[in-house]
């Protein structure tokens, strides 16, 4: 910790490249703690006696600095008192509010070297739709999430969890799936987790809906027709976990194939949702199969399909958090399902680089059927699998509770990168 703010884990993959000469571009959800990393990684710099200087675009004295170009920015570090000729840690938040961010950043990247950008953005939607092509070669991204499992505990003041469960006692595992069923229940974003009372926590998640209406779909996407908007994600909040079927949801919501799309091209790059592509050796399968729709944060859900946090768990809110944690611990787009046209099916296929490891996800171990697992180990060559669950006996090294997903055993396929 730095400060009062707690380490998050991004940090470790973050700090190789402070020192490089890349501009660092953090982007996710509002409310994951964007400005809270930025705000350690400037304490940590300090720490190291570095030239730092930070920079909320929210505030219009300064938007209006760096929109008046790179010039006026470099005037106003010498006018702080900073020594350009030397090396000085400035770090931009809410960098999309700039009318041409990626002209701001070419520049000072290209001609002053000494001057590390650190910046933050709202949403990859913003940033893809400003960001140009001239800064291909000059920025590391890193993509924010709200809190894993083992930060949710972080932050909830317990110890990190130290290898598998058959080294642990019954009372620590109870207690790992009370905290478990709490950060299902009420979600992974930060100011959530650390509110005590449900009320407030259901406060927290109403704002955060609000506050994604309000701004990054109201003023990023220019969506006007608010109204529809918000039924066609509430619909969706309650088919996490579904196939994805555009037809439907268009005549349901009374909203046109075509803008549905696009509603949800806007959902997916502002980190509502994820549409999980079918898993397939044939590229054209992939292409062409409908995905599934899972939402990134179960709190989240739950508060847009329910209006209201629950006092228990239902399979498809497990299986939600269970998507979340693996796309936490792997890359997003590792993530896959499988079905077959006769309907077997498995929940999760994690893929990493040759190798595929099937994931089926049950509330209770005992509600697990091997029928599609050994059709696909069979047809794939594949020798193990995992089965994610909660309850119930955990009679066999691939039953595996959700916060065991980075301890895996399974012959060094399922470990964490």
């Known amino acids: 910790m730095a400060g009062n703010i707690i380490r998050r884990a991004i940090v470790d993959k973050v700090i190789p490249y402070l020192y490089t000469e890349d501009i660092i571009v953090f982007h996710g959800a509002r409310q994951v703690g964007k400005t809270f990393l930025l705000r350690y990684l400037e304490e940590y710099l300090r720490a190291k006696k570095e030239a730092v200087y930070y920079i909320d675009l929210e505030d219009s004295r300064y938007l209006k600095i760096l929109d008046a170009g790179y010039e006026q920015f470099l005037l106003h570090l010498r006018e702080e008192g900073f020594d350009i ?4 840690f400035v770090f931009v938040d809410e960098i999309q509010y700039l ?15 000494n001057v590390k950008l650190i910046v933050s953005g709202s949403s990859s939607f913003e940033i893809k739709s400003k960001f140009k092509d001239s800064l291909v070669g000059r920025t590391i991204e890193f993509e924010m999430f709200n809190l894993s499992f083992d930060e949710f505990l972080l932050f909830k003041g317990h110890p990190p969890i130290q290898g598998r469960s058959a080294g642990m006692t019954a009372k620590k595992i109870d207690e790992l799936r009370g905290l478990y069923k709490e950060y299902v229940l009420y979600g992974g974003y930060p100011k959530v987790v650390l509110a005590d009372a449900v009320a407030h926590k259901e406060a927290y998640l109403q704002q955060i809906i609000d506050t994604y209406l309000k701004k990054d779909i109201r003023d990023l996407a220019v969506i006007k027709d608010i109204g ?7 619909v969706l909040a309650s088919q996490s976990g579904q196939i994805l079927n555009v037809t439907e949801l268009s005549n349901t919501c009374k909203i046109a194939k075509q803008t549905v799309e ?8 502002t980190y509502i949702l994820k549409l999980v592509r079918p898993y397939s050796k044939n590229i054209r399968s992939e292409i062409f199969k409908a995905p599934k729709i899972f939402f990134y944060d179960s709190g989240l859900m739950q508060m847009l399909w329910l209006k209201s946090t629950q006092k228990e768990m239902i399979g498809t809110v497990f299986e939600t958090s269970v998507f979340s944690e693996l796309v936490k611990r792997y890359a997003k787009d590792s993530v896959y399902y499988w079905r077959t046209m006769d309907k077997k099916e498995i929940d999760f296929i994690l893929r990493i680089k040759n190798d595929v490891f099937p ?4 509330l209770n171990f005992q509600g697990f059927n091997p029928a599609a697992i050994k059709y696909f180990m069979e047809k794939y060559g594949v020798e193990d699998y995992g089965v994610a669950g909660l309850s119930g006996d955990k009679k066999n090294r691939y039953y595996v509770y959700p916060w065991e997903l980075s301890f895996g ?4 396929q399922f470990t964490q990168l």
């Open 262 to 269: 696009r509603y949800l091209f806007i959902m997916e790059n």
């Open 99 to 113: 009318q041409e961010p990626s002209s701001f950043m070419k520049l000072v990247a290209d001609h002053h070297k």
């Open 85 to 88: 000729t030397k090396r000085v």
């Open 359 to 362: 994931i089926e996800v049950k």
């Open 409 to 412: 055993e399974f012959r060094g």
């Open 228 to 234: 529809k908007f918000n039924s066609l994600l509430e």
